[in-house]
């Protein structure tokens, strides 16, 4: 019998996990490109900053209370798997993970933590010329420069290595190992086995998401707010 005939399709990503993952590669781009392009685009910048914050505070949260698979308890790696995941990565008979393999866990946090240094020193940055951060007039000068620095010389470049190595994971499971990751980030399903826990993506727990991504960007917003002025 064949592998689909022990399969059923079953939902993985809840739509709020994937809308957060849509709408972080577009806002990152969006940085990207109007990271170092005049005044106009750097004020698109700002926002696009604050609008990740939202994101990742939202994804911390997400990560405690939403769907099974999207939860932080579910993919936090044992050393163990961790290792036999590494041994096997170019087996491409190895059984694929249900929701993020030991690898793509560790990216999940490491990118989180790094998007988050981001944007807070995003809000402590000034460029001496005409954008500041509207954290500069609070925090010392020696914070301004050191954050100004690591913004622009470290956790830009390393944003850019990040995004190139997550793209390489996806290309090389889709091609070496017939995995596509890219459908079930689309759509939320994924084929496994019958006794697999489904994740819950009700009208009730997309509800609860806007309610959260509101009050995250209620509190970018204060902070963002707290010197009595917006960038």
Not at 14 to 22: E, Q
Not at 87 to 94: E, I, M
Request: hydrophobic share 50%; aromatic share 10%; net charge neutral.
């Amino acid at each position: 019998m064949t592998q689909e005939a022990h399969t059923v399709k079953t939902r993985i990503w809840d739509l709020p996990t994937r809308l957060f993952h849509i709408l972080l590669a577009i806002c990152v781009l969006g940085l990207v490109i109007t990271g170092d392009n005049g005044d106009l685009a750097m004020a698109v910048h700002f926002y696009l900053g604050y609008t990740v914050l939202t994101l990742v505070f939202f994804r911390i949260v997400w990560g405690v209370v939403g769907g099974h698979w999207s939860r932080f308890a579910t993919f936090i790696p044992s050393p163990s798997s961790l290792l036999s995941y590494v041994r096997n990565f170019s087996n491409p008979d190895a059984k694929p993970s249900v929701g993020h393999n030991p690898l793509g866990a560790i990216s999940v946090f490491v990118f989180l933590v790094v998007l988050l240094l981001q944007g807070l020193s995003g809000l402590m940055s000034d460029d001496d010329v005409s954008i500041s951060g509207p954290w500069t007039a609070l925090v010392p000068n020696a914070w301004v420069e050191f954050a100004t620095q690591y913004h622009t010389e470290i956790g830009f470049p390393l944003i850019l290595v990040l995004v190139g190595v997550h793209i390489a994971a996806v290309l090389y499971h889709l091609h070496a190992k017939k995995q596509n990751l890219i459908r079930p980030m689309i759509d939320g399903d994924k084929l496994a086995s019958p006794n697999t826990p489904a994740s819950r993506d009700s009208l009730q727990t997309r509800l609860m998401a806007l309610v959260l991504v509101a009050v995250c960007a209620y509190v970018v917003y204060r902070l963002v707010t707290i010197s009595g002025a917006v960038a």
